[in-house]
């Protein structure tokens, strides 16, 4: 029997090695799950139309992310954060000025020159841009303040492209930079799979709120550094869990770590991929007690992966090598009025829940729960301007209270199957509660150092920890009776479908009618 | 055997697909469709935006002209809209403004009559025959001065450059083109996917635009519903598939 369950692969695997590459590559494509491979489509689908439905620089802070791919490609230097004569290249600055894309970021009532006219002109004015004219933008730039791992990796088909003109690269840029987005979607499917035992109705529901989920699907058409961010955040939690369910071993901690410490080297929020990763390494310590030798073995993976990154970011990968970590951001962040754990606790009471009688009111806005969690979460487009109905947003706000209530009880009459899961459990809320309470940290440390006038966060710093937000919604639905939970999942699919398309079409409809 | 069909079409899958459909079809009849045919003004362009905070007033005297440059007027622009209001000595309302569109092979005029309290003037146009780049102008026909209003902000400021009673001025004149006739936007979409291809320098032709906003619209959908009744389908009996 088990002879006649091998042959057949070592055969396929004797074919793949004979074929050509893109046989190959064909051959593994459909040796895929079929509803994977529909809810990729899905994905590409989406992430190509949020790209028509979005003009060049609209989404969240993408001129200054392009400038810095741009300059990075262009010279093979970092731009500096803090001074130089233009923080984007006079190809871009031009674009951004003649093509009224600039004065279009976040203003409702304006709209892009869109007519055949304005196209001649720019074409024009791009006919006559001196030379290195998409080379100048070395700074000062606020978003060299991140670390460069997203940027190499975008100048890649930003050289293979670079001879487009500047409108065609950026539509290019984007459809690469969706690629994470696919790696999203591949990843929480393998994790719901690993998780669920293999029942495939369950992944589909994780992995297809995943790509239904707006604000992920529009972020796949920006470019912007966070869209790795979360691919990674996404790839270290199923390294960390299969450490956990499978055992450590120097390949899987080795694996985990680089996920890690790749997602520190794309944005300083990936930081919280290190005690996520340490969590996981503990739990698997004790989980699977292994011998002294072989934990003092993991533990110098773990010290020389994470330090080896980290020295190499110090001295490489910072403006001019040997600078400040994420810019002087960790520097600044703490430098200002002191810190009070009694109201750094109040601010994320009162961000959750109404002021009890006696506390001091939340510094900053009225700004909390609501605004993150569900705004600016499912759908705040283009540079927050673009936004759905407010009775969506009083609706999906229902919605999430009747999942959180329902993720409780299916939690409470699981129990026992859960404990037997523990470890997992564990990891997972490790990345829930380390992001949460960094993101509550840095926008307390923001408010007061900002005099209370910008509470930083949104809800697309939420977007790393995506696939918890997969797996909660299929762990709820999947533990509802057997009747029961295929036609909830239907409701839940069809929603994010209705939800996403409309996103798509009030994006496409803000900026081009 | 007529039985068994009947009872395998109403298997657990079949029918949670079937509910997925219907209500993405019933959410598409009831939300996208009145949204995608109700009929509502048509913008032709907005060369200069209005101030997101404070207004900026430019004052334009007697006989004098505020001019901006580099304005896109499309081929479908018949109205022309802008701000307006008297000058602080005007007496009996606003001085009558002529307001004269021009481009190379291009030249269109109307006037804002006089007497005016002061507010939005929507001001009908010749269109030009296509698309073309020239300059609008303002000028002051009365006898006392106007103020006309826009934005010097940094966040809202267009490319055209604007000159008032001959000097040059930062700032724009909020400026909106319109069109007379008020169209559902599943009229307008050859002209919005035009705008569209126009954004990418030509690399998406409307015609693809065309493609790919049907594929969204029917392939998303029909794409999630494939993949959850495969799945369902997949799952070995005794899983609770069947109804």
Known sequence: MATDVRRPSSRRARRLRRAGPISRARSRIGALPRALILILIVGALQALAWNVALPAFQGPDEDAHFAYVQYLAETGKLPSPSVGDSPVSTEEHDALTYLNLFSLRGVLAARPAWSSADLRYWQQIEKTLPPGAAANGAGANPIAKDPPLYYAIMSIPYRMFASLPLLKRIFVLRLFNALCFLATIALVWTIAGDLFGGTQWKQVVAAGAVALEPQLAFMSAVINADNLLIALTTATLLAALRLVMRGPSVGRVLTMCLLAAAAALTHGRGLVNVPVAVTALVVAWIRFRPGVRQVAGQLAVMAGTLGGAASLYLLFGTPGGGGAAYGGQVGALNSGPPFNFRQFLSSIYQFYFPRLPGMRPRLGPAYGYRQVFIETFFGAFGWLEVTFKPRVYAVLEVASAIGIVGLYTAFVTRFRSIRRQWPAVIVMLSLLVTNIVFLHYVSYRALLGNGGTNPLIVGRYLLPMISLFGLAIAFTVGSLPRRLGPPVAAVVLAAGVLLSLTGIGITAVRFYA | ?243
């Open chain 2, 1 to 243: 055997m007529r039985r068994r069909a009947l009872r395998a079409s109403f298997t657990l899958p079949a029918l949670s697909a079937a509910l997925a459909l219907t209500l993405i079809l019933a959410g598409a009849l009831v939300f996208f469709l009145p949204y995608l045919t109700r009929l509502r003004p048509a913008l032709a362009g907005v060369p200069a935006p209005a101030p997101l905070v404070s207004i900026a007033e430019f004052t334009v005297p007697p006989g004098r002209a505020a001019c901006m440059s580099t304005v896109a007027i499309d081929a479908d622009a018949s109205l022309v809209e802008f701000s307006l209001k008297p000058g602080p000595h005007a007496k009996a309302g606003g001085p009558p403004v002529e307001v004269t569109l021009s481009a190379p092979g291009y030249h269109a005029s109307t006037t804002v009559p006089g007497g005016y309290p002061g507010g939005l003037a929507t001001m009908p146009i010749t269109p030009p025959r296509q698309s073309v780049i020239g300059s609008v102008c303002f000028r002051n026909v009365g006898h006392s001065s106007v103020v006309l209003e826009g934005s010097n902000e940094p966040r809202t400021i267009s490319r055209s450059s604007l000159v008032v009673a001959g000097n040059p001025v930062v700032g724009d004149v909020a400026l909106t083109f319109g069109e007379r006739r008020e169209t559902s936007l599943l009229a307008q979409a050859g002209e919005v996917f035009g705008h569209i291809s126009n954004l990418t320098e030509g690399l998406l032709p409307v015609w693809l635009i065309w493609v790919i906003a049907a594929l969204a619209a029917f392939a998303i959908p029909m794409g999630i519903v494939a993949a959850f009744y495969v799945a369902l389908r997949d799952l070995p009996s005794g899983d609770g598939v069947t109804a």
